[in-house]
């Protein structure tokens, strides 16, 4: 560990900037975790697209899909490569709570700098303030290392800004990943200032939060490495430009990614965002592979039509 529990909240503010991504995890053709591929994803991500942090292990790596042995291999994979070039924050989230403090603790002594811990599905349950509140305290008391909130609706229900704001008090909460309506979002960086980091995955109202919001974070999702490549890194010099307060060009030339952002949407099927994610890796030269069941693969229309976008929307392999 690089800090005490009760620095976390510091140590976050003076090293999560920028752009963090959510990584994909490659699996090869019998489903087997691409060790290699995802080495080399890594380094690219870091070395070529300057990415400052990767959010390891979570709903775009399918870790719903994985063993615990391999969440944890994944999770070694990651700060062995990061180790000296680029922050970690790994997904520690699973409904079974011993889970959640096992995976912790093997991210805390495998060089992980930060956890995520997802907001727990609550059946039968109404008045969740107090539940929420137990449950990350409860997770606080038996890890170290900073921890970050996130609520997203794949629970079921959002958690409140009220009790994000009461759970930030916890020494630590360090940040949240907060996949909320925009409305709620703001309500919750008035409410706890620089207590914590609040970030969401939205790149679409990035460049919008750092200049209203004064955000420092971006937390995170796959555009930082689907939006860019070696030679077009338009995702950080927008970033950026806006750090610098230098908004007019900034947005020229975050506006300048639409025709990316629409080639996107339009080929990505409302099942499958995985599967086209890992294939605009390909099309991007990274390595994307399967997706593990239940998820969808991409049909052969899907992949042509995907790669006629790809080829007209104007990024520099």
């Known amino acids: 560990m690089k800090y005490a529990r009760h620095e976390a909240k510091e140590y976050a503010r003076d090293t999560m900037r920028g752009i963090w991504a959510a990584a ?73 709570l011993d889970t959640v403090i096992e995976l912790g603790l093997h991210a805390q002594d495998c ?71 925009r409305e709620m979002y703001v309500r919750l960086s008035g409410m706890v200032g620089d207590r914590i980091l609040v970030s969401t995955s939205s790149e679409d109202d990035w460049l919008d939060n750092i200049e209203e919001l004064g955000w420092q974070l971006y937390l995170c999702s796959s555009p930082p490495y689907l939006l860019q490549t070696r030679d077009d890194r338009r995702m950080e010099e927008y970033t950026n430009l806006a750090f610098a307060g230098r908004f007019a060009e900034a947005r020229r030339v975050r506006n300048s990614l639409e025709p990316v952002r629409q080639a996107i949407r339009a080929t990505k099927p409302g099942g499958k965002p995985t599967a086209h994610g890992k294939y605009w890796q390909e099309l991007l030269g990274q390595t994307g592979g399967r997706v593990r069941p239940p998820m969808l693969e991409l049909s052969g229309a899907e992949k042509e039509a995907t790669l006629a976008a790809f080829a007209g929307c104007g990024l520099k392999p």
């Not at 019998?30 to 994803?41: C, F, K, V, Y």
């Not at 890594?42 to 400052?52: A, K, S, T």
């Not at 997802?118 to 997770?139: G, I, N, T, W």
């Open 24 to 96: 994909l995890n490659p699996f090869d053709a019998d489903l087997s975790l691409n060790e290699a591929g995802l080495r080399a994803n890594i380094r690219h991500w870091i070395d070529d697209l300057g990415i400052r942090g990767l959010f390891i292990a979570g709903k775009q790596g399918e870790f719903w899909s994985m063993s615990l042995a391999e969440r944890k291999r994944n999770m070694t994979i990651a700060a062995e490569e990061c180790a000296g070039k680029a922050g970690t924050i790994m997904s520690i989230s699973d409904q079974t």
């Open 111 to 181: 060089g992980a700098d930060y956890v995520v811990v997802h907001a727990p599905m609550l059946s039968f349950c109404h008045d969740r303030d107090e539940v929420l509140y137990q449950y990350y305290k409860y997770v606080c008391n038996r890890l170290d290392i900073g921890i970050a909130m996130w609520s997203h609706p794949d629970s079921g229900y959002l958690m409140e800004p009220e009790t994000c704001a009461r759970i930030a008090e916890l020494p630590n909460i360090m940040a949240i990943k907060y996949s909320v309506p």
